[in-house]
């Protein structure tokens, strides 16, 4: 049985950072993509970053350069380094693992931005 288990989320302010992680049992982790996902309130789920088995990463466009996606292989363990956050960083971040055409969330952890 798959299991993502997040932490790290809270109440920051406009240009705090967070250190999100997520960590994974129940899947070969060192041969998974890697990702992290977002839902901000009343809206669709997104993509926000990725990170391959060969540590190739991707980026959307609204998180570039501020945000970083990890991995720790031996400890089966991703993590995602916010900085910079603004309000409409505001979402729940759920972390994803995909292997073999398959695909596992976890619950999610919300991150909230606000003065």
């Known amino acids: 049985q798959v299991q993502l288990v997040e932490s790290g989320g809270g109440l920051v302010q406009p240009g705090g950072f967070l250190r999100l992680s997520c960590a994974a049992s129940?899947?070969?982790?060192?041969?998974?993509?890697m990702g992290w996902y977002r839902q901000p309130p009343g809206k669709e789920r997104e993509s926000v970053a990725t990170?391959?088995?060969?540590?190739?990463?991707n980026y959307a466009d609204s998180v570039k350069d501020r945000f970083t996606i990890s991995r720790d292989n031996a400890k089966s363990t991703v993590f995602l380094q916010m900085n910079s956050l603004k309000p409409e960083d505001t979402a729940v971040y759920y972390c994803k693992a995909a292997l073999l055409g398959r695909e596992y969330y976890g619950q999610g952890t919300l991150v909230t931005v606000s003065s």
């Open positions: 990170i391959t088995r060969d540590g190739s990463t």
């Open positions: 129940g899947i070969a982790f060192r041969i998974s993509t």
